[in-house]
């Protein structure tokens, strides 16, 4: 993926002010900033939600996009949402999806309706819509938040195999959890991307 100059502006407030970012493949990066600092306005032009006043996104992936709000139907189970999303992405069966699932200790909830669900299992829901298609480029707007202790784990473990897999993930939050597992990290400040000190190795 590849960033140039990406401005964007809500009527006179500037929230992008010329951003340039490349993410190559098997990177596992991340973005932090403070509320406000235009971080999922970024995501969305990065998905293609949104589209930039100025500047260019250019890419030849499948893109996966966890966005922060969870975008579900309370009535539909998780299976329901599994077998929605396969059809709109053409997918054969579910065993990406499955494979997502055991990994975050989901398994159990797939007739479980989605309004009855916590909010760290819709968290895992969200994520697993984003993964199942097993895109090359995973981009997460805040992909932990709900987590218990164990399945933030879970959630790092899984990000580091579909790093070493050739994947590219993103990782944007408002604080710098976990930053020796990133090789690369930016600080949006002032509508820029700011690199932060790389991190010398990955965690396992």
Not at 1 to 18: F, P, W
Not at 35 to 63: C, M, Q, W, Y
Not at 94 to 102: D, I, P, S, Y
Not at 150 to 176: I, K, M, N, P
């Amino acid at each position: 993926m590849d960033v140039t100059d990406v401005h964007h502006s809500y009527r006179q407030h500037a929230v992008l002010r010329g951003v340039d970012l490349q993410l190559r493949p098997g990177t596992l990066a991340g973005i932090v900033g403070e509320n406000g600092a235009g971080k999922t306005t970024l995501l969305k032009i990065l998905s293609g939600e949104l589209r930039p006043d100025r500047g260019s996104v250019s890419h030849n992936s499948r893109f996966g996009y966890c966005p922060q709000s969870v975008v579900l139907d309370d009535s539909f189970t998780v299976r329901q949402h599994l077998d929605f999303f396969k059809y709109a992405f053409g997918l054969p069966d579910l065993g990406r999806a499955e494979e997502v699932m055991e990994a975050l200790a989901f398994t159990a909830y797939l007739d479980q309706r989605a309004g009855l669900l916590s909010g760290g299992s819709r968290q895992k829901l969200n994520l697993t819509l984003a993964l199942m298609h097993d895109p090359d480029v995973l981009l997460l707007d805040e992909p932990y938040q709900g987590f218990d202790w164990e399945t933030y784990l879970c959630f790092w473990e899984l990000a580091t195999r579909l790093r070493d897999t050739g994947r590219s993930v993103l990782v944007v939050s408002h604080l710098a959890y976990d930053i020796d597992r990133l090789e690369l990290l930016w600080r949006l400040d002032g509508g820029r991307l700011h690199p932060q000190e790389r991190c010398t190795e990955a965690a396992a």
